[in-house]
């Protein structure tokens, strides 16, 4: 019935995620409100860490992207399901580190990492810096040496493989700002550099080829594509890869018409490809490393707003205005994101309206979806958009001044605030 297991109705009519009662949770908390489903995020890691023990003997690691959804509970409960972090900026490193995950366990992507950001990634000894480019590669090298360190380091390579939600392409993909291309030869270029210099150890590869992906054989020919590279280092330069990151990507159903592969038939076939593939090009097995993040949390998450105006422009449309909007959820104006929405007091009635969600912020594209089946809904009534816990915290902003919105978590039956909501005060606090 709904794009989430965690999602259900109520004897009261009422939306609930992990089985608590959503418009109760609205009023204990206030409105808008991001709520996210622990055991269902839980039951997600549980799954791609067993899909790896399952299809390559656990011979892998699975790192959270937390870009999707970054606090410390969240770095803690990847600690506990025994992943490792995938962050992409100073402060989601300080994030993690704050949170003391195990800093052998994060990988620090970034297509321009600052000085101060590399510093810190020595500093705290990430488990591998996942290396953009040649300027990055000479200053996180002088970096390490000034410090007397060897730092782990990965390349990001860019495999000619572009894919979006429902098809793919192999183009040169040269035009990235992420990585080394591999036809031009800049990657293994990259090896030679890297094999000099004594402050870094090349460890592994890295691709990732697009979001929101259902298919799973772009995927199949990127992991083909690297073992080849793989193959390529060690016939030039004796080197042996160690590890193959694969990145993130997997879909999720955002609509009801959207069907994601399961996590385990994607590993099953990408681990086979793997297999064959080296077992061809006579390499040693890499470790494999994956970097979900919509796909862990995107579907365990719901945003509960209270409707204010109600206006029916007749012969055009009825704009459903929330408390909320772009600030909290910059996907539709974005990229035309859609979602399913409902009402959350009124989730047994049947969805008889077609409306378009209007956000509270000083902007006539600040929506949250047009042509949207909801029921029909007047002031006061919570409004639920679903599949919102990626990429939504995290990109929120304070337009307007709006403060970002309290996260709740619930698990068995019980609800805890995971992120306060922010304060008037909290606006004005960097102000001089
Ligand atoms: N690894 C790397 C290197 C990435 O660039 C990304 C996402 C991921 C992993 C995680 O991908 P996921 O499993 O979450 O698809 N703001 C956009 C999504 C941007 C994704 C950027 N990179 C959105 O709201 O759809």
Excluded at 58 to 72: E, P, R, T
Excluded at 188 to 208: I, P, Q, R, T, Y
Excluded at 304 to 312: D, E, F, I, P, R
Aim: hydrophobic letters at 40%; glycine letters at 10%.
């Amino acid at each position: 019935m709904f794009v989430s297991d965690s999602l259900n109705v109520n004897e009261k009519g009422h939306l609930t995620i992990g089985g608590v009662d959503s418009v109760d949770l609205a009023k204990k908390y206030g409105t808008p409100l991001y709520i996210l489903d622990e055991d269902g995020i839980r039951a997600n890691c549980k799954a791609y860490v067993k899909s790896i023990e399952d299809n390559y003997g656990g011979n892998g690691l699975v790192l959270y992207a937390s870009k999707a959804f970054s606090c410390m509970e969240m770095c803690r409960i990847c600690d506990d399901e025994k992943m490792g972090l995938d962050v992409v900026s100073g402060g989601e490193l300080y994030t993690a580190h704050r949170a003391e995950f195990p800093m052998d366990r994060v990988y620090f992507h970034g297509n321009n990492k600052t000085q101060d950001e590399l510093s810190m990634a020595v500093e705290f000894g990430v488990g591998a810096v996942i290396v953009d480019n040649l300027t990055e590669l000479e200053s996180l090298a002088k970096i390490a040496e000034d410090a007397g360190k060897v730092v782990n380091i990965m390349f990001r390579i860019k495999p000619g493989i572009d894919a979006h939600t429902h098809n793919f392409i192999r183009t040169g993909q040269i035009d990235s700002k992420f990585g080394f291309a591999l036809e031009t030869g800049e990657a293994m270029d990259a090896v030679k550099e890297a094999v000099k210099l004594s402050s870094v150890n090349l460890v592994g590869v890295h691709c990732h080829i697009g979001s929101q992906i259902f298919d799973i054989d772009p995927f199949v020919l990127a992991a083909e594509v690297m073992c080849k590279f793989i193959a390529d280092v060690k016939a030039e330069t004796g080197l042996e890869i160690e590890k193959l990151n694969l990145g993130g990507g997997f879909g999720i159903k955002y609509l009801e018409s959207d069907e994601p592969v399961p996590y385990g038939d994607y590993m099953t076939k990408v681990a086979d490809a793997i297999k064959a593939a080296c077992n061809d090009l006579g390499i040693k097995l890499p470790a494999i490393l994956i970097e979900p993040g919509r796909s862990i949390i995107g579907s365990e998450g719901i945003t509960v707003y209270t409707v204010g105006a109600v206006k029916n422009i007749p012969n055009i449309r009825t704009y459903v205005s929330v408390d909320g909007g772009m600030c909290d959820n910059p996907r539709y104006i974005l990229y035309q994101s859609q979602y399913e929405m409902l009402c959350a007091n009124k989730a047994n009635e049947e969805k008889t309206e077609t409306v378009t969600v209007a956000g509270k912020c000083c902007e006539s594209g600040d929506l949250l979806g047009e042509n949207v089946k909801i029921q029909k809904v007047e002031p006061g009534d919570n409004l639920a958009v679903l599949s919102t816990g990626a990429y939504n915290y995290s990109m929120a902003s304070n337009y307007n001044r709006i403060p970002k919105p309290c996260s709740v978590m619930v698990s068995g039956g019980k609800d805890r605030v995971i992120i306060k909501r922010e304060t008037y005060s909290d606006l004005t606090r960097n102000d001089i």
